[in-house]
């Protein structure tokens, strides 16, 4: 159930309930902001609390408060939120701990959640076990210690589930203007889907940045993710943590592959929500998003008065999804004007510093770079420290790059390629006047890449995780039975019960001849497989070596221009994740590998193929054939079918290799793990 926090985020009355240091610096912290709302203290033997007369309990209050910052223990938590819920307040902070996140060390742990929860009923709370939030746009907060923000009129949202990492977002010093901070803690009831959506929805409200430790509802996301979109808001994410559930099961290379965060990954992806590895590059992505929004594409250049500068932009462009595209005539026309005859023109541009402190002459070569066709221009200038140095001479940098954004109304940052090169209020500067102040050259241009990449369509629900079941090996004849009846093609076999029965079968089936081991997880790796047998007696031989009993025999698939991985398994925290990936021997040796959750459109397919490296061998390298890239759609569509008709029981699924021809696409090895 979605319940209704904006009374809760932009509260006109604020109860503070508890008489400890905590509840105190909620007041001062208030009262610094400039909040003009009222303020009502709650402890049942103080007369006044920071000079503000103070009300025994919740019932003596005025009035419903709107917002209620909860700073008792633990237990007393629960009677105060069941008084709040009683009397119509909009919305609560639960600070103390000891609930769920304390299950291990205490048995009562999980029951005080639940009974939190029912004493919240209808009124929406955060936590418990969190600081609670900020709101810079009206001066409102709960928030019971120091932070560094101010008031702004927009701003981006930011939520995490860690109240020490929401401080230290507060503490930046990189002109990022904040609206919100929300902590979410335990998300007992208010998730951080459910709290960023309603923060999306207030319009001073510029973007929205997610710290997320897990996921929790799907659903929630998914809401999240189309509202965003209706809206015109982009959202990024720093997601943390990997999943030890998805790790859980080993008999096969897509466990490896897809265990830790892939599903993470997928899920975000799927959402079109762009993900940060670190806080460096998430803030100066929010930065990008508030000044400029999405990028329509990812042709980016830079400007620098050093061939240095240029070559490492251009070194670290290589290696993310960023294009320096070269110079169109007009650019060179008008940069020879404004530059002259000594400049090597090129993208990225070194300018020299013959223009330096010719702000006119800077300003007509830094708007002669803008060009429609680029989607931002940055231009690299480090500050010198105040300290022990005069910064003046840099002005004519900042004022030079302004007009000519001005002038052009084109996408304009401006780089320091050391964060701490950026002095804050530049920053602030450049914020104002709709430049991006980048701090760190690196996360720049991640930023870019990050705020470039291609909003999806929505896409359909994610098909959610079944319970967890222990599973058994489906031998890989049945597998291949079962998953050929959804389309899948495989090559003709035939059982054996014994290593003399193998030669009999396969003097039947037709030479040449593959030979499997039934009941044997990685096949290769224990000597149960051998392929291109030509005759009985070799068949025989090989069968009696194996450690196995029973057999399959195969006939011989040729001609492969690429073996490819198909896999797929059932992560508890993301839903079904399908990864593809370089098959064969190459699978562990490449780890070529890109996921999607499943059911997937034929765009995040065709994006996944062609992200692997091995794409370049699928596509036909340096004149061999292309493989079959329908037979590849119509074997992955199969296994897909088969997941999604047969989910409960089933945890994973791998084809290894999927034989790619010229004209077809066969899965030479097939295995699934389900219960029954």
Known sequence: MTR?????????????????????????????????????????????????????????????????????????????????????????????????????????????????????????FLGPNCYGFINYLDGALLWPDQHGGTRTQTGVALVTQSSNIAINLTMQMRGLLLAYVVTAGNQAQSGIAAIGEALLEDDRVTALGLHIEGFGDLRSFEALAARARALGKPIVALKVGRSA????????????????????????????IPRLDDLSSFLETLKLLHVAGRLPSNRIATISCSGGEASLAADIGHERDVEFPPLTARQKADLRQALGPMVALANPLDYHTYIWRDTEAMTQAFAAMMDPGLAMTMLIADFPRADRCDPSDWECTVEALIAAREQTGANAGFIATLPELMPEAVAERLMAAGVVPFSGLRDAIIACEAASRTEPDAPAPVLLPTPTVEPDLIPEGEAKRQLAAYGLRVPRSKRAISATNARAVAVDLGFPVVLKGEGVAHK?????????????????????????????????????????????????????????????????????????????????????????????????????????????????????????????GLEEIEINPLLCTAEDAVAADALIRRKY
């Open 4 to 124: 209704d926090l904006s009374r809760l985020f932009r509260p006109s009355s604020i109860a503070v309930i508890g008489g400890g240091a905590w509840c105190r610096l909620v007041i001062e912290q208030c009262r610094r902001m400039g909040f003009e709302g009222a303020i009502w203290p709650v402890h049942p033997k103080a007369e006044t609390i920071c000079d503000l007369q103070a009300f025994p309990d919740v019932a003596s209050l005025p009035a419903a408060p709107d917002a209620a910052f909860v700073g008792v223990n633990r237990f007393a938590t629960l009677d105060v939120v069941q008084a709040l819920s009683a009397r119509g307040a909009g919305g609560a902070v639960c600070f103390a701990s000891g609930f769920l996140e304390a299950a291990a060390e205490d048995a009562e742990a999980a029951d005080l959640q639940e009974r939190l929860l029912a004493a919240a009923g209808e009124m929406p």
């Open 245 to 272: 559930e998805a790790q859980a099961a080993t008999v096969s290379h897509t466990a490896s592959l897809a265990g830790g965060d892939a599903g993470a990954g997928a899920l975000l992806s799927r959402l079109g």
């Open 524 to 648: 290769t790796e224990a000597g149960a497989v051998v392929l291109n047998l030509q005759s009985g007696q070799a068949v025989s031989d090989a069968a009696h070596a194996m450690p196995a009993r029973q057999f399959l025999i195969e006939e011989m698939v040729t001609g492969a221009v690429a073996e490819l991985l198909i896999g797929v398994v059932k992560d508890p925290a993301h839903g079904f994740v399908m990864t593809l990936a370089a098959g064969g021997t190459l699978t562990e040796v490449m780890q070529d590998s890109a996921s999607v959750l499943l059911p997937a459109s034929d765009a995040q397919l065709e994006e996944a193929l062609n992200s692997l490296r091995l794409g370049k061998v699928l596509a036909g390298f340096r004149g061999a054939p292309a493989a079959d890239r329908g037979a590849i759609f119509a074997a992955i569509r199969a296994v897909e079918a088969y997941v999604l008709e047969n989910a409960l």
